[in-house]
């Protein structure tokens, strides 16, 4: 076990050789309050949450303890880290999870989605839109040799339109959209594609979610 002193003199760290301190920006983890946007659960039963705190940073947590499985999509949440590296959280068998009464300063999925219009390179978003587009699907090579599944539809809003993309697991999430029906995406990472165009690109914490 360590003890942590942060004095005058800068941070003590008494422990062992197994000691692991994780610090971000000069600070040991400190407690993370969120609202669970979504919740998508891996083959291996580990837990992928986007949530949101009240300034609506947007967290990726891992769930490596199962400590969130008490948890349901739209709660809030306090949540101790073991490790914290800028929007990403770990949580494992050291961390600590415990739910909170809903806390309205801290917004809903409704509240955080953005218009497509308003997408902007490197951000990570939540949108609501319709597909106009029969998903499709196709395997890329890569150099290696490696054939990689690769899924993509083009959707809307009513400020625009923009391609989403899956690639590997994440395109069976997009395999199941049809035509004209109304998604609800979380997680979603924008990049710049073929000649300067932004899209959508699903992430290991990306939810599809039918709206009609």
């Keep these: 076990m360590s003890i942590l002193k942060n004095g005058n003199q800068g941070l003590e760290i008494h422990g062992n050789d197994s000691t692991i301190i994780q610090i971000e920006g000069g600070k040991e983890a400190e407690p993370v309050i969120a609202r669970i946007l979504s919740i998508t ?7 992928m949450i986007l949530g949101v705190d009240n300034k609506k940073n947007i967290y990726n947590i891992t769930d490596f303890s199962n400590s969130t499985s008490i948890c349901n999509e739209g709660d809030v949440i306090e949540c101790m880290p073991s490790k914290v590296y800028g929007n990403s959280v770990t949580l494992d068998n050291n961390s600590f999870v415990r739910k909170l009464e809903n806390d309205e300063s801290i917004p809903s999925l409704s509240q955080i989605r953005t218009k497509i219009n308003e997408v902007k390179v490197d951000g ?55 035509l004209g029906e109304i998604i609800s995406i979380t997680g979603v990472n924008a990049k710049s594609g073929l000649e300067g165009r932004i899209e959508l690109t699903l ?5 599809i979610t039918k709206k009609n």
């Design 41 to 47: 659960t891996t083959e291996s039963g580990k837990n």
């Design 203 to 207: 992430t290991a914490f990306s939810k």
């Design 124 to 178: 990570n978003y939540c949108i609501e839109s319709i597909v106009l587009k029969i998903p499709e699907r196709r395997e890329i090579q890569t150099k290696s040799g490696e054939s990689i599944l690769l899924s993509e539809m083009f959707v809307e809003d009513d400020t625009g339109q923009i391609w989403v993309k899956g690639w590997r697991n994440q395109a069976r999430l997009i395999d199941k959209c049809e």
